[in-house]
C-alpha cells in the first residue's frame, strides 16, 4: 500500500528572551519515508535532514522580536536521498547527499553546499534588521 511516514525530532534551547537579542541553540532531525506502489511496480524514497542551529542571535527592536532576521549564528545541514525502484522487469535505486553550512552576519546568508562532486557558494540578504 502507498504511504508517507513522516518522524522527526526538535531540541531547541532558546536563551536571553528577556535581553536586547535572543539566541537558538539546538537540533532538529526529521526521515521522511515514501513507498508508492502500483500495479507491477514499486518505489521507496527515503529522505533524511538534519540541522544543527549554533548561536543564533536574534534582535529585539522597538520592543518585539524581529522574526528571521538573524544578527549571527550558523546552521550545519545534511540532507540524504535513498530510493529504490522495482517491477516485473526491472530494479534498481541510488542516493545523493548534501551538506551545507549557512553563516549569518546581519541579516547576510553566505551559503556552501556540496554534494561530494562540486561545491557552490552563494550570498544574499535574507532580511534587513532594523534599526533601533
Same mark, same amino acid.
Given at each position: 500500500?502507498?504511504? #508517507?511516514?513522516? !518522524?522527526?525530532?526538535?531540541? /531547541?534551547? $532558546?536563551?536571553?528572551?528577556?535581553?536586547? *537579542?535572543?539566541?537558538?541553540? %539546538?537540533?532538529?532531525?526529521?526521515?521522511?519515508?515514501?513507498?508508492?506502489?502500483?500495479?507491477? #511496480?514499486?518505489? !521507496?524514497?527515503?529522505?533524511? /535532514?538534519? $540541522?544543527?542551529?549554533?548561536?543564533?542571535? *536574534?534582535?529585539?527592536?522597538? %520592543?518585539?522580536?524581529?522574526?528571521?532576521?538573524?544578527?549571527?549564528?550558523?546552521?550545519?545541514?545534511?540532507?540524504?536521498?535513498?530510493?529504490?525502484?522495482?517491477?516485473?522487469?526491472?530494479?534498481?535505486?541510488?542516493?545523493?547527499?548534501?551538506?551545507?553550512?549557512?553563516?549569518?552576519?546581519?541579516?547576510?546568508?553566505?551559503?556552501?553546499?556540496?554534494?561530494?562532486?562540486?561545491?557552490?557558494?552563494?550570498?544574499?540578504?535574507?532580511?534587513?534588521?532594523?534599526?533601533?
Amino acid at each position: 500500500m502507498s504511504h #508517507t511516514d513522516f !518522524t522527526g525530532r526538535n531540541d /531547541f534551547e $532558546i536563551s536571553n528572551l528577556d535581553q536586547p *537579542i535572543a539566541t537558538i541553540n %539546538g537540533a532538529t532531525s526529521n526521515t521522511v519515508e515514501a513507498v508508492y506502489i502500483a500495479g507491477d #511496480t514499486m518505489m !521507496t524514497n527515503m529522505y533524511g /535532514f538534519a $540541522i544543527q542551529v549554533t548561536n543564533l542571535r *536574534i534582535p529585539k527592536v522597538t %520592543g518585539h522580536w524581529v522574526t528571521g532576521c538573524p544578527q549571527s549564528g550558523r546552521l550545519n545541514i545534511i540532507l540524504s536521498h535513498v530510493y529504490n525502484w522495482e517491477n516485473d522487469v526491472t530494479f534498481g535505486g541510488g542516493s545523493a547527499g548534501w551538506t551545507a553550512v549557512v553563516t549569518f552576519n546581519n541579516g547576510t546568508a553566505t551559503i556552501t553546499a556540496d554534494n561530494g562532486d562540486q561545491t557552490w557558494r552563494y550570498e544574499c540578504e535574507v532580511c534587513t534588521i532594523p534599526t533601533t
